[in-house]
């Protein structure tokens, strides 16, 4: 019987066909493709006739097509239905991918024919984009070690087998604490809760035992719990747990890894001849060094820090004035913020929420890129990964340009949080490819036969991740490799969080955020509320997060930590950490940095992306209307259609003219001196 992951593709535009995929097909599919890609290497290596970009480069970017689509799918189930099984696949094939990977890198014949084309690139009359192409991979090749002498290589390949196997049992470890944790209600606990949280928490609790509502640790159900439940008692036990995830004792502890990870880094920066890991990865980021994104994290820290800790005294007192005693602690935050968002604005999230529907709000996603860029999205029936998700054609003008999966609702076994990936990516080396570009997100599953809503941070969450997404879906490059999201680490975030502007947007609210019931829109005092809170409490936002990326920062520039979680500490009380507020992400659960290294040294492009998406957002402001159409077509010129094809700060001015400052960052936050 063949192979469904290795068979050509019969669903419609070239999807995977989900309806025959078994478990079972994974591990052979995955060993025969990787041969073939490790074939395809060898011959590309061995090939006697002289290097040319051709039978080199080009011969590169076509290889292992195999092999990416069955991890494609593979990492997909392993991601959003976690199974057992699927961990113990993925824990098989991570250690070989990251053999692989070193193997190619590590070519020496294959890397004296890139060198030599690099060494005479100036006869190779290339077009920019090869051009382009030729100077990232020469320089992925150096920075992975393949100009070391043979010993330094060797220690490479074990660092980087370790480290893969590091950062799947990171990963998996923070998975099983996150399925294993629930707190169950009583009904008296529900008092005080809005109608949407007791609804979630009933539906979590029916999809587990059924013995009653519980919380869990799933981010859009435990935040509006400690928003919303009044119980002190329950607030700090969900807290604590939540907190936990990775440090709870046991096989699932993540402390060892994190020590273990980062004194492996910072060995491999040093046999690769940096400073610190932080400097290795930074070197091609556009901050360039890790002083620069420390100037950054501590220009923005100040301002916020005073905004929190005078917003503390205030959740203080609303504390002391319910009888409980001082001191604020870090689960009495979000109940006090939301009550003086109510008080101060008037702004009820429970009363806001039958406005917000998920399915109105990805309408208002698709209907602002169509007035962006004519983009068109037409439902299909197709099979997927699982019931949950939904497809849509994407079309501009008639012409095919993606396929777009969304996977909304939390469920056992799906990793937490929110992102996009693409299950194929543009490009038009030998044939047009169009991409299939997946958004998941794990928001509350609604009661059978109910619509779903979303909180305000629901909603961004879904624009933010759909902004991904057109960046993949309008890239327009020949090479996959400088592809949609192919993109510097600290460039990546700006098309999706300047897309969570266009949520903001009156017009958008007006047409989309309509009554569940009625059908009504929005009442117009409830839209300026929302609009007028949108900075509330952004001291406490904004500290979590520099927090977080100070930490990381910190880890990867000096000498590793012999105890991660000490030094996490000493960097806390160096910058006066205000007491009641947690780092968003904690060490021990701290997914971006430990399970994989992809935004190791660098969470703190969130904030550097930002400093663009805010600056990107006035040009339309500048403009005098959020559609304006000469901004979209840059926008879509500059950035949205051309992945990697230049240096991050080269596609930048081209769309501005010029680069941003930090001033619409602190006034978009109302950190600014005049707030
Ligand atoms: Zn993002």
Redesign the pocket.
């Known amino acids: 019987m063949t192979n469904s992951l290795l068979a050509p593709r019969a669903a419609p535009f070239d999807l995977p066909d989900f309806a025959a995929v078994t478990d079972a097909e994974f591990a052979p599919a995955f060993e025969t493709a990787l041969a073939e890609a490790r074939a395809q290497i060898d011959a590309i290596a061995a090939n006697p006739a002289p290097p040319d970009f051709a039978n080199t480069i080009e011969a590169l970017e076509l290889s292992g097509r195999a092999l990416s689509d069955v991890l494609s799918v593979f990492f997909l189930f392993a991601s959003v239905d976690s199974t057992p099984e699927r961990e113990a696949l993925q824990r098989a094939f991570s250690p070989k991918l990251a053999e692989f990977s070193s193997d190619v890198v590590l070519n020496a014949a294959l890397f004296a024919r890139i060198d030599a084309l690099w060494q005479g690139r100036a006869a190779l009359d290339l077009t920019p984009e090869q051009a382009r192409l030729l100077e990232v991979k020469h320089r992925d090749f150096i920075r992975a070690g393949a100009a070391l002498a043979e010993e330094g290589r060797a220690r490479l390949r074990a660092i980087n087998t370790r480290l893969a196997e590091l950062g799947t049992a990171f990963a998996q470890n923070l998975l099983a604490d996150e399925r294993d944790w629930t707190m169950l209600l009583a009904e008296t606990d529900l008092d005080g809760l809005p109608g949407f949280v007791i609804e979630a928490a009933r539906a979590a609790g029916a999809e587990r035992d059924g013995a009653g509502p519980v919380v869990t640790l799933s981010r859009s159900l435990i935040v509006p719990f400690l928003q919303f439940s009044p119980r002190r008692d329950l607030r700090e036990r969900a807290w604590r747990a939540w907190v936990a995830r990775g440090a709870r004792g046991g096989a699932t502890d993540n402390r060892a890894i994190v020590a273990e990870t980062l004194a492996l880094r910072a060995e491999r920066a040093a046999v690769l001849g940096f400073d610190s890991f932080a400097a290795g990865k930074l070197e091609t980021e556009m901050a360039k060094t890790p002083q620069a994104v420390r100037d950054l994290l501590m220009a923005v820290w100040a301002p916020a820090r005073a905004r929190a800790e005078a917003d503390a005294a205030i959740l203080e007192a609303m504390l002391a004035a319910d009888g409980h005693p001082a001191p604020l602690e870090p689960w009495d935050w979000r109940y006090y913020a939301e009550k003086r968002r109510m008080a101060e604005h008037d702004l009820d999230e429970a009363a806001l929420k039958p406005f917000l529907q998920l399915d109105r709000m990805i309408e208002a996603a698709f209907d602002c890129a169509h007035r962006l860029f004519g983009l068109e999205f037409t439902p299909l029936d197709v099979t997927l990964h699982h019931p949950d998700a939904r497809a849509w054609e994407v079309t501009r003008e008639g012409r095919h340009m993606a396929v777009f999966i969304g996977d909304y609702f939390a469920r056992p076994g799906k990793r937490s949080g929110?992102?996009?990936t693409a299950l194929r990516a543009q490009q038009k080396l030998a044939d047009e490819i169009r991409p299939h570009v997946l958004n998941v997100c794990n928001f509350s599953r609604p009661a059978e036969g109910r619509p779903a809503f979303l909180s305000w941070d629901d909603a961004r969450t879904l624009f933010?991740?759909f902004?991904?997404a057109l960046h993949q879906m309008l890239s327009d490059v020949t090479h996959e490799s400088l592809s949609g999201t192919s993109v510097a680490r600290d460039f990546?975030?700006l098309p999706?969080?300047l897309y969570e502007h266009w949520l903001e947007v009156p017009e958008v609210l007006e047409r989309f955020a309509t009554h569940a019931e009625t059908g009504a829109p929005m009442p117009a005092d409830m839209l300026t509320r929302l609009l007028g809170a949108a900075k509330f409490d952004m001291g406490f936002q904004t500290v979590e997060f520099i927090a977080s990326a100070l930490v990381d920062l910190d880890f990867h520039e000096g000498p590793p930590p012999a105890d991660p979680i000490q030094r996490e500490a000493e960097v806390l009380q160096a910058i006066g950490m205000p007491r009641a507020i947690g780092m968003r992400h904690a060490t021990p659960h701290f997914a971006h940095v430990f399970s994989g290294g992809g935004y190791a040294a660098g969470y703190y492009s969130?904030m550097w992306s930002e400093v663009m998406d805010a600056d990107a957002f006035a040009a339309f402001d500048e403009a005098g209307d959020p559609f304006d159409p000469e901004t979209a077509r840059a926008l879509e010129a500059h950035i949205l259609s051309a992945g990697g094809t230049a240096e991050p700060d080269a596609l930048y001015v081209a769309f501005r003219g010029r680069l941003p400052g930090i001033e619409a960052l602190l006034k978009g936050r109302g950190l600014d001196a005049a707030a």
Do not use: I, K, L, P
Request: net charge negative; charged share 15%.
């Open positions: 929110a992102w996009c933010h991740e902004g991904h990546v975030e999706s969080q969130y």
